[in-house]
């Protein structure tokens, strides 16, 4: 990998690209993921490439809702698993919840490849790879969970998600938080905490505030994600692209 300096203006999303690139070379991350990246890095620049306040709220209520949760399910995709294996490991273990890989173009040799991988950044145990469960309204593949994971779970993240999916976990009646940086696509719209953030910037939040929350009592939890407004958090994010970044 090229040598990025810190003093690059662009040092930040150049580094996050070559994560992408990696996680490709290695069988992680499909091609499609890489126009996903790009997608990505385009909301991101309008959004200055900074998290908004309205999506830190969102961070805290998404600590909140995991905190709260019976059976909360980290769902990984191949390109969540090429930026932020570790961070997603270490959500997990300062919430309780399992982690399972989840592909929109769902092959074993990935499967494999990304559960061997966050086994390597940490993670005990890593599902998805049973599929003996399914969503309702999706195609086969797409449609695949665990039983005992995604299948069982009442709070699922779901970072980067296609919105036919996001939608149809809803459908299921799961409490769902979306990460995703374009707040006018469907699947942050489907969930009930959208985060509109990068997901390099917004898992790490995520845990510092889980960290910060885990002597809240249950009122205090359930008060925090009660007071996040979902529809005024997708506007501030919308409202900060169309002004090139007030909120
Ligand atoms: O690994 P797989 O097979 O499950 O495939 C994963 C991708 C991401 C390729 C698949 O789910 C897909 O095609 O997604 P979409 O429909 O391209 O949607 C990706 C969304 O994520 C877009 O709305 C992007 O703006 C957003 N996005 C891209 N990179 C980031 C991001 N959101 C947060 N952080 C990012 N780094």
Redesign the pocket.
């Known amino acids: 990998m090229t040598e990025i300096p810190d003093d690059h203006p662009r040092a930040a999303s150049l580094r996050?690209r070559h994560r992408i690139e990696d996680g490709v070379e290695k069988g992680i991350?499909?091609k499609?993921?890489l126009?996903?990246?790009g997608?990505?890095?385009?909301?991101?620049y309008l959004l200055g490439e900074r998290t908004l306040p309205s999506a830190d709220d969102a961070e805290r209520a998404a600590a909140a809702q995991l905190l709260l949760a019976d059976h909360a399910v980290l769902s990984v995709?191949?390109?969540v698993?090429a930026?932020v294996p570790g961070e997603m490991v270490e959500l997990a273990e300062a919430t309780g919840a399992d982690v399972e890989v989840?592909?929109?173009?769902?092959t074993d040799e990935?499967m494999d490849a990304i559960a061997d991988h966050l086994r390597d950044h940490g993670a005990d145990e890593v599902k998805g790879l049973a599929a003996d469960a399914r969503i309702p309204g999706l195609d086969h593949e797409r449609a695949k969970v665990d039983a005992d994971g995604i299948g069982d779970a009442d709070v699922v993240l779901v970072?980067?998600?296609?919105?036919d999916r996001a939608a149809a976990l809803a459908e299921m009646g799961k409490t769902e938080i979306v990460?995703?940086?374009?707040p006018m696509?469907r699947?942050p719209r489907a969930a009930a905490i959208p985060v509109i953030?990068?997901?390099?910037r917004?898992i790490p939040r995520m845990t510092e505030h889980a960290r910060d929350l885990a002597g809240a009592s249950d009122d205090e939890l359930e008060r925090i994600v009660a007071e996040f407004d979902a529809e005024e958090a997708l506007a501030a994010a919308e409202r900060a692209i169309r002004t090139g970044g007030d909120e």
Do not use: H, K, M, W
């Open positions: 996050t991350t499909s499609q993921g126009i996903a990246e997608r990505g890095e385009a909301f991101d995709n191949g390109n698993a930026l989840n592909l929109f173009n769902r990935r970072p980067l998600e296609d919105g990460v995703d940086l374009n696509s699947s953030d990068n997901v390099v917004a």
